[in-house]
């Protein structure tokens, strides 16, 4: 049988080849200027990018042919998300923010310019004042949501650790976005029989001491799509291994990096749904008629490593809808 992924990447692809047919895209002569806000550095908001980018280029906006792209990455600074928005204003066409806090602000900076703003990596954009409850932009923005299948990691998490009580969090105080996927963590992990402990942080200056503090109080922890503390990743393992305590990721990068697995999204292929999204905009259609959407489908991802570093092993039942990583070479 064709894995989900697989599946969902066969439609993407399709969708992607029926835009590309109806290419009354790309005006023949027009050309585009698209900014680009990322939030900070880390690979999932990179693939998120390099999604976004061939998603326009699969509906016929294509870089040095018809569209030139303004890159900027505001190294995890929400002050310089808002100014390199507001810089954007004069020469972009569109605005594509990658993550909560960009979208957010390039919103705010855009917001009665015309500018229309699709974002990506939003986990929730009706907190996050993005959308109201039918999905639809409070202004000119649209994008795709990166929520998280919590359900689908706290299984994964009781069936790879059964014997397992508590998982811990850490999450910067000051995303949204974290705010919400850690209340869904908290509304259902007791129908797998474990408890939440969370742990917040103001910057990742804090990160080493909120990890001394929660490491001993449980028996793994687990990522949000969490900015800050992604982008601390390398400490967050280190510390972990040092504690005996798995770490389970929340997309594909992190398994690689070292976390045991993840029932997590894939980034590459929400850019490309992003991406998308911004060439109907391009196209005529107005960015707040359309509603957000949300990438429905678990992928699961596992580090064979990790999992031997802590004893772990991945139940049968998990093996064939589960792809196997390993760090990528330098």
Avoid at 49 to 63: H, K, P
Wanted: hydrophobic share 45%; charged share 20%; net charge negative.
């Amino acid at each position: 049988m064709m894995n989900i992924k697989k599946l969902v990447s066969l439609v993407l692809a399709l969708a992607m080849l029926l835009s590309v047919c109806a290419v009354a895209s790309a005006e023949e002569g027009k050309t585009y200027t698209i900014g680009i806000i990322q939030f900070a550095d880390h690979p999932s908001l990179d693939n998120c990018r390099e999604g976004f980018v061939a998603g326009l280029a699969e509906a016929g906006f294509v870089e040095g042919v018809n569209v030139t792209y303004v890159y900027q990455n505001a190294q995890g600074s929400v002050a310089d998300c808002t100014l390199i928005a507001e810089s954007m204003i004069a020469t972009c066409d569109l605005i594509c923010a990658i993550a909560t806090p960009s979208a957010q602000a390039a919103f705010n900076a855009c917001d009665g310019t015309g500018i229309p703003v699709i974002y990506s990596a939003v986990s929730d954009p009706i907190a996050s004042d993005l959308a109201t409850e039918d999905k639809l932009g409070i202004g000119n923005v649209t994008g795709t949501s990166d929520e998280l299948p919590v359900a689908a990691q706290l299984a994964l998490i009781h069936a790879m650790m059964p014997e397992a009580k508590t998982v811990g969090i850490l999450h910067t105080t000051s995303e949204t976005n974290s705010d919400s996927t850690l209340a869904t963590y908290k509304a259902l992990a007791a129908d797998y029989g474990l408890e939440i402990v969370d742990k917040g942080i103001a910057d990742i200056s804090e990160l080493a001491l909120a990890l001394d503090a929660l490491l001993p109080q449980v028996d793994c922890t687990t990522n949000l799509t969490d900015n800050t503390v992604v982008s601390g990743l390398e400490l967050v393992l280190e510390k972990s291994r040092e504690a005996g305590k798995p770490v389970f990721g929340s997309e594909i990068e992190q398994v690689k990096n070292g976390c045991v697995a993840a029932a997590g999204i894939d980034y590459v292929l929400l850019g490309k749904q992003t991406g998308a999204m911004a060439a109907r905009v391009l196209n005529g259609e107005d960015a707040q008629t359309i509603a957000f959407e949300t990438f429905a489908d678990a992928f699961l991802y596992a580090n064979e490593a990790s999992m031997a570093e802590f004893g772990i092993t991945l139940p049968a039942e998990f093996t064939d809808s589960t792809e196997f990583v390993t760090a990528d070479a330098e």
